[in-house]
């Protein structure tokens, strides 16, 4: 590539380079050519990142800086690029996305974060800020939710999602765009698809029935990762191409045109595991619903044991990101319905994977036994 072709793609800088949707959006970017110069800004190390192989070159020590990007005084190191100019697009795949956290490591790692590197891609006037956030900002409700729906944030980590979100929106001179997330899935996802994988893996081990709380109809939707990072790289490009500050800040949900349900997964794990599926009847999920500590906690126990058999007898002795552990916040009767028309209608964007279907998660599973994560 001649010195004149690099110069005239971005440059980008990926805040939680080595994050799950971080990593993908710099493989996609290197596999394609398309910036001038990637930085990836990460707490961890790339060694302790459980990075697949093919992410060898995309993720590479050249491209990597680890950095706490929340601390003002390490913003120079992160942002300064050798040839004095700044980056195109900053990108916060960063920020806490652990479950259940204290709200204190919510206000550091995920709203500090946020508004430390926004307030700094302002003062340096980039192009376009893509922040991450969730649909579970919504109220929930069974018919998809556009951006304007209400709001009633569901678990803390959306609070402080919604909280990130409007203090970026006020921020003077920011080129900000909001992309909302479904529940993130695709080959290695440790998260929500990956937690049930394992604990079909389990029931099936144990040849019994994998009961699900509540209805087939529990709205859960989806989105694939590679489309996730596909979806940043198109609403940094449409940004910049305006050429002139949106207010209010544009927003735009993320999610496949599935609209996956409990019972979509259901039916999938069925067909893969052989086991026996049923959903808990109304009285039985009322009940679970105002005892659900006591429900999580006794769906761990049942499960984690198992599974330390199961990765044993596979000879998979050393730590992976894959378990049953079910979290209390994934287990709640509300619905995470998103309507994800506004942004194909706006940028043109077209989903390559439309829906979660059985090849897909068989896909998933492949990804996990390459990596002899998969007992």
């Known amino acids: 590539m001649s010195g004149g072709e690099g110069e005239s793609k971005p440059a ?15 493989l996609h970017l290197h596999t394609n050519s398309l910036a001038s110069e990637v930085r990836l800004v990460d707490k961890h190390l ?52 652990r479950y259940q956290q204290e709200d204190e490591v919510y206000r550091v790692r995920s709203l500090q974060l946020s508004t430390t590197i926004g307030a700094e891609a302002a003062r340096r006037n980039v192009k376009c800020f893509i922040e991450l956030s969730t649909g579970m900002v919504y109220k929930p409700g069974s018919s998809p939710r556009a951006e304007s729906a209400k709001q009633s944030p569901w678990i803390k980590l959306a609070t402080w999602k ?15 765009v909001v992309l909302r997330l479904a529940h993130v899935y695709g080959p290695y996802t440790p998260k929500f698809v990956g937690t049930a994988l394992c604990m079909a893996r389990v029931y099936q081990y144990e040849q019994r029935e994998m009961k699900w709380l509540y209805s087939r109809d529990l709205k859960t939707n989806t ?6 990072v596909r979806a940043i790289w198109t609403a940094a490009q449409w940004y910049a191409q305006k050429n002139t500050q949106k207010r209010p800040a544009p927003v735009f949900n993320i999610a496949d045109q599935g609209n996956t349900a409990q019972g979509t997964m259901a039916d999938i794990i069925t067909q893969i595991f052989n086991i026996p599926t049923n959903f808990q009847n109304p009285v ?6 105002f005892c659900l500590d006591s429900v999580v906690d006794d769906v761990n126990d049942e499960t984690l044991d198992p599974w330390a058999e199961l990765q044993e007898a596979a000879g998979i002795t050393k730590a992976t ?6 979290e209390k916040d994934l287990l709640k009767n509300l619905d995470l319905s998103l309507d994800p028309s506004a942004f194909v209608r706006e940028t043109g964007f077209q989903y390559q994977h ?22």
């Not at 994050?19 to 710099?26: P, S, T, W």
């Not at 919604?162 to 900000?176: D, F, I």
């Not at 039985?284 to 619903?289: E, L, V, Y």
Request: some cysteine.
């Open 223 to 228: 989105v694939h990762v590679k489309d996730v």
């Open 284 to 289: 039985m999920a009322t009940i679970a619903k």
């Open 46 to 97: 790339p060694e302790l990142a459980w990075l697949a192989p093919e992410f060898a070159e995309a993720c590479s020590r050249d491209k990597f800086m680890q950095a706490d990007a929340s601390q003002p005084n390490n913003l120079p190191r992160i942002f300064n690029r050798a040839n004095g100019k700044e980056f195109d697009y900053v990108i916060n795949c960063g920020g806490e996305t």
């Open 12 to 26: 980008v800088l990926i805040i939680g380079g080595l994050g799950y949707i971080g990593r993908f959006l710099a």
């Open 321 to 326: 990101p894959l378990g049953p552990y079910m």
């Open 162 to 176: 919604q909280t990130a979100e409007r203090e970026l929106s006020a921020m003077e001179g920011l080129n900000l």
């Open 354 to 375: 439309p829906k979660l279907t059985k090849e897909e998660i068989e896909a998933v599973i492949e990804s996990y036994r390459s990596m002899n994560w998969w007992p």
